[in-house]
């Protein structure tokens, strides 16, 4: 299936010479939830904007649904709604004003009774009359979301969606988030919350220092966070694995002086059984043993780490 | 060409006027019509007579496009302005819409904003001098092209403005200086002849020489060469936009 976002060695080096997009590729599936995940400054906000045309890519190019989103912007910006990082908003103008405005500025003809019903959605309907200037922090986040969803768009971006934003909040923007996959939309959100992205999404990329290090399934992330490791430390080292342990996933370290085992703590049978009395049986003596979980924690920081 | 998004903008910026009603229609009548009251019924009646027609009469067109220029500038500059010192241009430029539209919706709005104010900047003269308009079609055409010329202008100011003090140095210490010295209170021909040729590279004065043509049936310069400037001053604009939409000069980084 054609990706409904679909970026190509994309480079973004601003005026002042940084190069916040380094040979980016990504492909995004149509109906999922994706999550990019990052550090700060890692630079999600500019993947996202160069996506929409607010900045202007260096090299490279991008597709959204097919359409080049610089030579045929009108068709690519037209399926995308976008919710900034940065709350911004006309400090007097009505609730109502405000997302009917961003309806006819992506072309399309004013529907009442949709805007009645995503302000309703977000629960902002007893405040459309209000202005701007009047609203809470999460009311205006409210708001910013309502705007990017007026012109029904089949794609949207959430830029950091949950910084600074309460419980109550949060658990309305998820639903939300979900129903409009359930009605096939495409959904993108930044993050540089793990929890978030494991919550959310059906996908994973990992962005650090302008590059994207890391694509993957939830699901398989979870696997590898499913995970376990436990260590030996022999008593004396060896040269090899014996041949008999060979099916076992056993790995030599340190010099021969550790013996590591990975096993999948979610399964019934561990074999940690098995692999002891294997050990005795070869004369293979340890002295002290420990455990490690992965966690998505701790493969993003290694990513990271390693990346810098 | 997505009309809605014409209609969505131009009809955003006439609301911010109506919200503004006070300060952006009523304040610069107000200052016009003391003007009026100053030099056309107070000052004017000891003065002679300049082509013929009254100092009050001979004043007007040059007072309408001293509002009309500062108030187009003013109104296109902040109205670019904002959404970028807020943020809320994100909005446009996200939008499937390319710079023809934004220019419409933006320079649209505040050249409307400027003819209305100019007619009733007129009206309102109406009470304290008798005037008459020898060409109405021209004095329209004159009106509503400066309205969209400066706007224009005053759009690019609120691009290349990256502060407040950028927004207000070229109307105050350019535009304004140009329309004073552009023969909105006297004649050319009443400058001594080197000044009579040096003021021809203010391009002020062939809005206001064709504009009182229009009320008084003479002109400083001929009615053809200010449409011609005129013209000329518009076309540098959209130049000038279109190269900024283009390269993203100041919109997108
Ligand atoms: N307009 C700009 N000019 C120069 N550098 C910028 C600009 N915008 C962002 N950057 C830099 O690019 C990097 C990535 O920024 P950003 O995309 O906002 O990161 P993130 O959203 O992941 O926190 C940062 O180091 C930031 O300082
Ligand atoms: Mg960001």
């Known amino acids: 299936m054609e990706p409904i976002i679909s970026i190509k060695n994309l480079n973004k080096v601003y005026a002042s010479g940084f190069e916040a997009l380094k040979g980016v590729n990504l492909d995004i599936h149509k109906g999922e939830i994706f999550a990019l995940l990052g550090p700060n400054g890692a630079g999600k906000t500019t993947l996202i904007s160069a996506i929409c045309g607010i900045v202007n890519p260096s090299s490279g190019e991008i597709f959204a649904d097919g359409h080049n989103v610089v030579t045929e912007f009108r068709a690519a910006r037209a399926k995308i709604g976008l919710v900034p990082q940065e709350l911004t908003t006309e400090a007097f103008e009505t609730v109502r004003s405000a997302v009917t405005f961003s309806r006819g500025l992506f072309g399309k003809p004013s529907n009442p009774a949709y805007i009645e019903k995503i302000l309703k959605q977000l629960s902002l309907w007893e405040k459309r009359n209000a202005k701007m200037i009047e609203l809470s922090g999460g009311m205006k986040r409210r708001v910013m979301i309502a705007k990017a969803l007026s012109h029904e768009p089949q794609i949207l971006f959430l830029d950091e969606p949950t910084a600074g934003v309460d419980v109550e909040l949060r658990r309305d923007m998820w639903d939300m988030v979900r129903g409009l996959r359930d009605r096939g939309a495409t959904i993108i959100l930044t993050t540089h919350y793990i929890e978030e992205a494991e919550e959310m999404a059906d996908r994973i990329g990992v962005i650090n220092n302008g590059e994207i290090i890391l694509v993957e399934e939830k699901s398989e992330l979870m696997r590898k966070l499913g995970k376990r490791q436990l260590t030996l430390h022999l008593q004396s080292p060896i040269d090899s694995i014996p041949k008999e342990l060979d099916s076992l996933p056993l790995e030599l370290a340190s010099d021969g002086h550790e013996l590591i085992y990975t096993f999948d703590s979610q399964k019934e049978q561990t074999g940690i059984a098995d692999l002891l009395r294997q050990l005795s049986k070869h004369d293979i003596d340890f002295k002290d043993l420990n455990s490690t979980q992965n966690s998505l924690e701790d493969i993003f920081v290694n990513l990271v780490r390693s990346d810098a | ?253």
């Open chain 2, 1 to 253: 060409m997505n009309f809605y998004a014409i209609r969505a903008i131009y009809l955003f910026e006439m609301a911010r006027t109506a919200r503004t009603l006070m300060q952006s229609i009523a304040s610069p009548v107000l200052s016009t019509s003391l003007y009026f009251v100053v030099f056309g019924a107070a000052i004017g009646s000891r003065m002679g007579d300049i082509d013929g027609v009254s100092y009050g009469a001979f004043i007007i067109p040059g007072l309408v496009m001293l509002a009309l220029l500062n108030e187009s500038i003013s109104n296109a500059s902040f109205g670019i302005f904002f959404p970028k010192f807020s943020g809320t241009i994100y909005e446009v430029l996200s939008a499937p819409i390319s710079f023809v539209e934004v220019v419409i919706g933006y320079v649209g709005a505040a050249a409307s904003k400027s003819i209305v104010l100019g007619c009733l900047i007129l009206a309102t003269a109406n009470i304290f001098v008798d005037y008459q308009i020898a060409h109405p079609f021209w004095m329209i055409a004159f009106l509503v092209l400066t309205a969209i010329t400066f706007s224009l202008f005053g759009f690019i100011i609120g691009i290349w403005a990256d502060n407040f003090q950028k927004l207000q140095v070229i109307p105050l210490m350019v535009v304004t200086p140009l329309t004073f010295l552009g023969g909105s209170f006297y004649s050319i021909s009443m400058l001594p002849p080197i000044w009579q040729k040096i003021t021809l590279f203010n391009p002020v004065v062939y809005l206001i020489s064709g504009f009182r043509w229009s009320f008084v049936g003479t002109a400083d310069v001929h009615i053809g060469i200010s449409v011609g400037m005129t013209f000329l001053f518009m076309v540098l604009c959209l130049t000038f936009i279109w190269w900024i939409f283009r390269t993203g000069y100041r919109l997108r980084p």
